[in-house]
């Protein structure tokens, strides 16, 4: 609803001048839009580090810790740090920030597919959880990936680097969209409250990514309304998908304390679950 007069108001006014955005209401460049980007990009990433905080606590000693969707969560909030730092910066600095949260899509997808695929295995006979180091591995190469491609950046979003990346990971980044919220529909019948969540939390994180990339193509090719648009679906997908990860850990800490009284041992007050 407080968006909905930014599109109106915007529509058939905003334009590019020399490559640059004018007559755009309370929009991105320059002008007082970019203050809401920035807190809610802000805003995904504390949430992401908490949770992930509280949940490792709950699940440090459980079976399965839930590594993958932890990174996958953490990943989520490298969408958020990056669309808030990147403004920060200059040249280098915004395009490290630019490409973490460009890199941190897909990366948080395949972690949360991983993680559901992994968590099934408590249902089954044998497979073997994502071990800790090849999931540090993968985080660090989107720093390691960021910071190369913006060492060949001449310009803020350099569209010559920036337009065959995003077709590049625009694919791998659906597919492994619906590939998740496909796991986590087959295993709703046994974990209804959790895959239900997970879906949520896919989902969510399915569409800002697609929006992104949306709203950086049309900046690519002088779209302004497109771009507009996409900004403002944005900052609202950034607080949606904290609020869903939120959702998710509140509902994995009652999870867990429910099931720590209902199989407590009488004499070492420890929990059986195997979570």
């Known amino acids: 609803m407080i968006y909905y007069p930014i599109l109106r108001l915007g529509h058939g006014i905003v334009e590019f001048q020399d490559s640059v955005m004018v007559n755009q209401f309370m929009a991105h460049k320059g002008l007082h839009e970019i203050y809401v980007h920035i807190y809610s990009g802000f805003l995904l990433f ?10 490792y606590d709950s699940f440090k000693d459980s079976k399965y810790t839930w590594k993958p969707v932890m990174a996958g ?3 989520t909030g490298l969408i958020g740090l990056g669309e808030g730092a990147e403004h920060l910066f200059a040249t280098f600095g915004h395009e490290v920030f630019h490409y973490t949260h460009m890199l941190g899509s897909p990366v948080a997808m395949y972690f949360l597919y991983i993680g559901t695929r992994e968590y099934s295995m408590q249902f089954k006979e044998g497979g073997k ?3 800790t180091r090849s999931i540090i591995a993968i985080m660090s190469s989107v720093f390691i990936v960021s910071v190369v491609l913006a060492s060949f950046a001449r310009v803020e979003w350099d569209s010559d680097i920036e337009r065959p990346f995003i077709y590049l990971i625009a694919v791998p980044l659906i597919v492994l969209s619906l590939l998740t919220i496909k796991e986590a529909y087959d295993q709703f019948e046994m ?7 997970i879906s949520l939390l896919a989902i969510s994180v399915m569409l800002l990514n697609i929006v992104i990339l949306l709203g950086r193509d049309a ?8 771009y507009l648009v996409a900004q403002v679906l944005q900052v609202i997908l950034l607080i949606v998908t904290a609020t869903f990860i ?5 509902s994995m800490y009652i999870i867990m304390k429910q099931d720590e009284k209902k199989y407590r041992l009488p004499d070492f007050g420890k929990s059986s679950a195997n979570i």
């Not at 974990?191 to 969540?197: T, Y």
């Not at 900046?219 to 497109?226: F, S």
């Not at 939120?246 to 509140?250: D, L, P, Q």
Request: net charge neutral; proline share 3%; glycine share 0%.
């Open 219 to 226: 900046d690519i090719v002088h779209n302004a309304y497109v």
């Open 73 to 75: 969560i953490l990943s």
């Open 246 to 250: 939120m959702v998710f850990t509140i």
């Open 129 to 131: 959880p994502m071990a």
């Open 191 to 197: 974990q209804k409250i959790v895959m239900h969540n």
């Open 46 to 55: 504390v949430v992401s580090v908490i949770s992930v905080v509280i949940l």
